[in-house]
């Protein structure tokens, strides 16, 4: 008897520990937010998986759980699962359930963050702060609105008492018989408009004749446009393209489109005609243009056609604007966000369409942890909502063609331009900044930045400046290498040539767009607005005059330097020179007269120059293709860049030799290139190192990816190196 209690106990002992075993080491665990307010994104709270919830808990799912020492029932979102417990497995406790047909906004987000870390690299705190864009909660913009506290009978009383007094105050009486006639003033008006002093406001109030409301109001970044009753006739081409995709739609084939679209050829009238479609179906809509080419111009075009249903983001907007634009998309109160990437994570509850126009651009790449591109994470938050992805471009990246080409996307073809109604000039210099360079004509010395490994750059005004840290000296006289006074600098910038553009034709009226002229908030509207009317003969400008611009009058387009992006490190060169050129050359001709473009090269064999002069995308797109899937750069392949940065020189070189060590073991086959230094080595006295990882799966390398974290978490060495990662980097890191 005594010999089976032992065993028994034994057993019982057993499967005690075994149970404790199977809890801490196979079970799963979430990491949760309580609150999805901005302030608080850094706090999660961890909580066991059970085993009957394992299928349906994933990355977004709301769920109530028991918090604090009495258990109350709240609710929370999944942001992270793990198989490794963060604290003492004892003292944490299990998910309560799911909320069941949980549809919440902040569900898809956090989904959307989900996907940015795993497939772009960065932290779930990281990828949250990049979806939820609001960092924190701007002050409510509120209104004073004045009303009657008593009945319309009682109010005319009060008015005839008032006319009895010959001494009355006149303010009362005009408050009294505006009020007479309309429900609510808005306190601006009686103050300002109506000349009401507030002290007689403030007496009605206190003697309970009228009440003073504060209201919510909403910041609006533009200006009120009602709906143009004109409707746009679509030619043939386009109302093909745009019944095609609503077909779709209508039958739920929810697909990602490419819109190939000669420049000129009237992509736009062809989005905004499915964009009615989905309005109508009380879904909501994105449409996301480059930040370079979200312009006066273009915005009007969707105001004009959709009024108050329209608003926008853009870079220069103030906190509180944008913070008001985002809760304006979650009430309901619009239908349409237009904006530069940030926009694609606007919380519209019930989103139908995502537009990405001019899809090739390099701006749709995030330069900051997540690197994520708008393109796929498009993509992906359709899949999340069940919505229609369209892509558009005269010169498609060649990532989006291939896959069109493939049948990945449905490709729609518009070969014919849409006529305009507008004769002027535009000056495009392929060149970033304003003078280049400045060098010894003897011994070929370039004066660099002490800071970053770059050239300084000569400004008017006796200055150089560095275009990256902004450091600034004065300009030098001599070289402080050989002591040579024949220095100066490469003279190609667009004050320059505004300068000989006058000499030659001193009665032309001439505009200069870059970043000096642009600098104020409405700087791009002002120039862009007086060129469309007019009110200039002559734009000189570099790649911000011809992104997305519509000037009908433009008869003849001069490009100057046409080759000199061709010379860039970057295997994106051909493809950036030819997309530039071919925006520019249709900036000619879109009226009724015909266009001509004028392009100045040093290599104009070069298939690049010659299919954009040529307007051949097809031609240029095979012989790009080709020169990819020889050298096995994406699209043809993947590759990960992974760069590695220390205020120590010695650290970051050491710590990038260790990752290509770590590549090497995770995956022996996998090609690597590097390490070596950054394109720019040193940057803000900080000294970089890249390492590129090429594979043709993109799973390999986000294997790779998920093998270094693991191995930095663990890592004690070189712990003041930063390291982060590019997936498919569309310019050299």
Same mark, same amino acid.
């Given at each position: 008897?005594?010999?089976?209690?032992?065993?028994?106990?034994?057993?019982?002992?057993?499967?005690?520990?075994?149970?404790?075993?199977?809890?801490?080491?196979?079970?799963?665990?979430?990491?949760?937010?309580?609150?999805?307010?901005?302030?608080?994104?850094?706090?999660?709270?961890?909580?066991?998986?059970?085993?009957?919830?394992?299928?349906?808990?994933?990355?977004?799912?709301?769920?109530?759980?028991?918090?604090?020492?009495?258990?109350?029932?709240?609710?929370?979102?999944?942001?992270?699962?793990?198989?490794?417990?963060?604290?003492?497995?004892?003292?944490?406790?299990?998910?309560?359930?799911?909320?069941?047909?949980?549809?919440?906004?902040?569900?898809?987000?956090?989904?959307?963050?989900?996907?940015?870390?795993?497939?772009?690299?960065?932290?779930?705190?990281?990828?949250?702060?990049?979806?939820?864009?609001?960092?924190?909660?701007?002050?409510?913009?509120?209104?004073?609105?004045?009303?009657?506290?008593?009945?319309?009978?009682?109010?005319?009383?009060?008015?005839?008492?008032?006319?009895?007094?010959?001494?009355?105050?006149?303010?009362?009486?005009?408050?009294?018989?505006?009020?007479?006639?309309?429900?609510?003033?808005?306190?601006?008006?009686?103050?300002?408009?109506?000349?009401?002093?507030?002290?007689?406001?403030?007496?009605?109030?206190?003697?309970?004749?009228?009440?003073?409301?504060?209201?919510?109001?909403?910041?609006?970044?533009?200006?009120?446009?009602?709906?143009?009753?004109?409707?746009?006739?679509?030619?043939?081409?386009?109302?093909?393209?745009?019944?095609?995709?609503?077909?779709?739609?209508?039958?739920?084939?929810?697909?990602?489109?490419?819109?190939?679209?000669?420049?000129?050829?009237?992509?736009?009238?062809?989005?905004?005609?499915?964009?009615?479609?989905?309005?109508?179906?009380?879904?909501?809509?994105?449409?996301?243009?480059?930040?370079?080419?979200?312009?006066?111009?273009?915005?009007?075009?969707?105001?004009?056609?959709?009024?108050?249903?329209?608003?926008?983001?853009?870079?220069?907007?103030?906190?509180?604007?944008?913070?008001?634009?985002?809760?304006?998309?979650?009430?309901?109160?619009?239908?349409?966000?237009?904006?530069?990437?940030?926009?694609?994570?606007?919380?519209?509850?019930?989103?139908?369409?995502?537009?990405?126009?001019?899809?090739?651009?390099?701006?749709?790449?995030?330069?900051?942890?997540?690197?994520?591109?708008?393109?796929?994470?498009?993509?992906?938050?359709?899949?999340?909502?069940?919505?229609?992805?369209?892509?558009?471009?005269?010169?498609?990246?060649?990532?989006?063609?291939?896959?069109?080409?493939?049948?990945?996307?449905?490709?729609?073809?518009?070969?014919?331009?849409?006529?305009?109604?507008?004769?002027?000039?535009?000056?495009?210099?392929?060149?970033?900044?304003?003078?280049?360079?400045?060098?010894?004509?003897?011994?070929?010395?370039?004066?660099?930045?002490?800071?970053?490994?770059?050239?300084?750059?000569?400004?008017?005004?006796?200055?150089?400046?560095?275009?990256?840290?902004?450091?600034?000296?004065?300009?030098?006289?001599?070289?402080?290498?050989?002591?040579?006074?024949?220095?100066? *600098?490469?003279?190609? #910038?667009? @004050?320059?040539?505004? $300068?000989?553009?006058?000499? &030659?034709?001193?009665? +032309?009226?001439? %505009?200069?767009?870059?970043?000096?002229?642009?600098?104020?908030?409405?700087?791009?509207?002002?120039?862009?607005?007086?060129?469309?009317?007019?009110?200039?003969?002559?734009?000189?400008?570099?790649?911000?005059?011809?992104?997305?611009?519509?000037?009908?009058?433009?008869?003849?387009?001069?490009?100057?330097?046409?080759?000199?992006?061709?010379?860039?490190?970057?295997?994106?060169?051909?493809?950036?020179?030819?997309?530039?050129?071919?925006?520019?050359?249709?900036?000619?001709?879109?009226?009724?007269?015909?266009?001509?473009?004028?392009?100045?090269?040093?290599?104009?064999?070069?298939?690049?120059?010659?299919?954009?002069?040529?307007?051949?995308?097809?031609?240029?797109?095979?012989?790009?293709?080709?020169?990819?899937?020889?050298?096995?750069?994406?699209?043809? *392949?993947?590759?990960? #860049?992974? @760069?590695?940065?220390? $205020?120590?020189?010695?650290? &970051?070189?050491?710590? +990038?030799?260790? %990752?290509?060590?770590?590549?090497?073991?995770?995956?022996?086959?996998?090609?690597?290139?590097?390490?070596?230094?950054?394109?720019?080595?040193?940057?803000?006295?900080?000294?970089?190192?890249?390492?590129?990882?090429?594979?043709?799966?993109?799973?390999?390398?986000?294997?790779?990816?998920?093998?270094?974290?693991?191995?930095?978490?663990?890592?004690?060495?070189?712990?003041?190196?930063?390291?982060?990662?590019?997936?498919?980097?569309?310019?050299?890191?």
């Amino acid at each position: 008897m005594k010999l089976v209690f032992k065993i028994n106990l034994f057993y019982h002992i057993e499967f005690k520990i075994k149970a404790f075993y199977d809890k801490i080491f196979f079970m799963k665990y979430a990491d949760i937010i309580i609150d999805i307010s901005h302030e608080r994104l850094d706090k999660t709270f961890e909580y066991i998986v059970p085993a009957d919830l394992e299928d349906v808990i994933t990355e977004g799912v709301q769920v109530v759980i028991p918090f604090g020492a009495a258990n109350r029932a709240i609710t929370g979102y999944v942001v992270d699962l793990h198989d490794t417990p963060k604290f003492d497995v004892t003292k944490l406790k299990p998910i309560a359930r799911v909320v069941k047909d949980s549809i919440a906004i902040e569900s898809q987000l956090i989904s959307l963050a989900a996907f940015l870390k795993r497939n772009y690299g960065s932290t779930m705190n990281q990828a949250l702060k990049t979806v939820i864009p609001i960092k924190k909660r701007e002050n409510e913009k509120l209104k004073k609105e004045i009303s009657l506290a008593v009945s319309i009978d009682q109010a005319r009383i009060e008015l005839n008492e008032l006319l009895t007094n010959k001494r009355h105050a006149i303010g009362k009486e005009r408050l009294l018989r505006e009020l007479l006639t309309v429900d609510v003033l808005d306190w601006e008006l009686a103050t300002k408009k109506l000349q009401i002093p507030t002290a007689n406001i403030r007496d009605l109030e206190s003697k309970g004749i009228i009440k003073i409301d504060s209201v919510r109001t909403f910041r609006n970044p533009h200006m009120n446009a009602d709906a143009n009753a004109k409707q746009i006739t679509l030619n043939e081409e386009q109302e093909a393209a745009a019944e095609q995709i609503k077909a779709d739609i209508d039958t739920g084939r929810h697909k990602t489109y490419l819109i190939h679209g000669v420049t000129g050829s009237g992509k736009t009238e062809v989005y905004m005609d499915v964009m009615d479609h989905v309005i109508k179906m009380g879904k909501q809509v994105i449409v996301l243009i480059p930040e370079i080419a979200l312009t006066y111009q273009t915005v009007m075009r969707f105001y004009t056609r959709f009024g108050d249903l329209v608003s926008i983001l853009n870079s220069r907007m103030s906190p509180g604007e944008r913070f008001d634009q985002f809760e304006r998309a979650k009430s309901g109160e619009i239908s349409i966000m237009v904006g530069p990437r940030s926009a694609l994570f606007t919380p519209f509850p019930n989103l139908g369409l995502i537009i990405i126009d001019e899809e090739h651009e390099p701006s749709y790449k995030s330069e900051v942890v997540p690197r994520y591109h708008a393109r796929e994470t498009a993509v992906y938050r359709a899949g999340l909502t069940g919505a229609t992805v369209i892509l558009g471009s005269a010169t498609p990246s060649l990532e989006a063609y291939s896959r069109a080409v493939s049948g990945e996307y449905k490709l729609i073809t518009l070969n014919k331009r849409a006529k305009g109604q507008d004769m002027a000039t535009c000056v495009f210099l392929n060149r970033r900044g304003l003078m280049g360079f400045v060098s010894c004509r003897a011994c070929g010395h370039v004066l660099k930045c002490p800071h970053c490994d770059v050239a300084l750059h000569l400004h008017y005004g006796g200055v150089m400046k560095c275009h990256y840290c902004g450091y600034t000296t004065k300009a030098a006289k001599t070289c402080p290498s050989c002591g040579s006074k024949y220095i100066g *600098s490469f003279k190609a #910038g667009t @004050q320059r040539l505004e $300068e000989i553009v006058k000499e &030659a034709f001193p009665t +032309a009226r001439v %505009l200069r767009m870059d970043a000096d002229t642009t600098s104020g908030k409405n700087g791009h509207e002002e120039i862009l607005s007086a060129f469309a009317a007019h009110e200039a003969d002559v734009l000189i400008g570099t790649q911000m005059i011809v992104k997305g611009h519509d000037f009908g009058k433009v008869t003849l387009v001069g490009i100057i330097a046409a080759d000199i992006s061709l010379n860039e490190s970057d295997f994106h060169s051909g493809e950036r020179t030819f997309q530039l050129l071919t925006q520019a050359v249709g900036r000619a001709g879109r009226g009724d007269e015909p266009g001509i473009a004028v392009i100045q090269t040093y290599q104009p064999e070069n298939y690049a120059v010659v299919s954009s002069a040529n307007q051949d995308y097809d031609s240029f797109f095979k012989q790009e293709f080709a020169y990819r899937r020889l050298l096995q750069y994406p699209p043809c *392949s993947h590759i990960l #860049g992974i @760069q590695v940065s220390s $205020e120590k020189q010695a650290d &970051a070189i050491a710590q +990038a030799d260790i %990752l290509a060590g770590v590549i090497r073991s995770v995956d022996p086959e996998i090609i690597i290139m590097g390490p070596e230094d950054a394109y720019i080595g040193k940057l803000k006295d900080i000294y970089r190192r890249v390492i590129y990882v090429k594979a043709d799966e993109y799973d390999r390398l986000v294997k790779v990816k998920d093998e270094i974290d693991k191995f930095l978490l663990e890592q004690k060495q070189y712990r003041s190196t930063s390291t982060w990662f590019d997936f498919d980097p569309i310019s050299t890191i």
